[in-house]
Nanobody
């Protein structure tokens, strides 16, 4: 059981791009489904995107066409490439995986989209 570690958040202007990373140490990364979630203050945590161990992807409608989830199994790293960012994308972004029926969450990385 290893907690994911997110990185790459920051301040970006509307219309800009950002790439988030999520590192998971250990040998289980390549075998698990990974997902990104986000949470804004006062709101429920929202699912953003999922990538399976065989690289099938699915996206929330709010980000489809703008965000791309990917993984590099050699580096045990999950990515979320975000483009055409909007102020509504502002949130703490979390990485998650499920292993042996337990969900493991990172501590999150802040993304702020503002002029």
């Amino acid at each position: 059981q290893v907690q994911p570690v997110e990185s790459g958040g920051g301040l970006v202007q509307p219309g800009g791009s950002l790439r988030l990373s999520c590192a998971v140490s250990g040998s289980i990364f390549s075998a698990v489904t990974m997902a990104w979630y986000r949470q804004s203050p006062g709101k429920q945590r929202e699912w953003v995107a999922t990538i399976t161990s065989d690289d099938n992807t699915i996206y929330a409608n709010s980000v489809k066409g703008r965000f791309t989830i990917s993984r590099d199994n050699a580096k045990n790293t999950l990515y979320l490439r975000m483009s055409s960012l909007k102020p509504d994308d502002t949130a703490v972004y979390y990485c998650k995986y499920r292993y042996s029926l337990i969900d493991y969450w990172g501590q999150g990385t802040q993304v702020t989209v503002s002029s």
